[in-house]
Nanobody
């Protein structure tokens, strides 16, 4: 079993930055892929970014490419999502998730954190 805990959300002005963290515990080797998704009010949850613990492969959605960056600290079992040049459209609850394979598909992720709210004021 893998457990995920997100942190780092908050309120920021448009153009600002936030860094989200996702701390994993348990059998992280069973879920080598880590992804971030978000859900805005009244909208479906959407893919944001994903990476592997053991490699530098990363995927980003077109809406965040060039603004958001993934990194990880394997010693701490933590994945970070650095979010720069934030826009009002980035306002959402951000979820960290784990999967057996690197994917942009929500259905491939079977372990989820509780989510952290990001609010960008315009």
């Amino acid at each position: 079993q893998v457990q995920l805990v997100e942190s780092g959300g908050g309120l920021v002005q448009a153009g600002g930055s936030l860094r989200l963290s996702c701390a994993a515990s348990g059998r992280t080797s069973s879920r080598p892929a880590m992804g971030w998704f978000r859900q805005a009010p009244g909208k479906e949850r959407e893919f944001v970014a994903a990476t592997l613990w053991s490699a530098y492969d990363s995927y980003y959605s077109d809406s965040v490419k060039g603004r958001f960056t993934l990194s990880r600290d394997n010693a701490k079992n933590t994945v970070y999502l650095q979010m720069n040049s934030l826009k009002a459209d980035d306002t959402a609850v951000y979820y960290c998730a784990a999967a057996r394979l690197l994917s942009t598909e929500e259905a491939d992720y079977d372990t989820w954190g509780q989510g952290t709210q990001v609010t960008v004021s315009s």
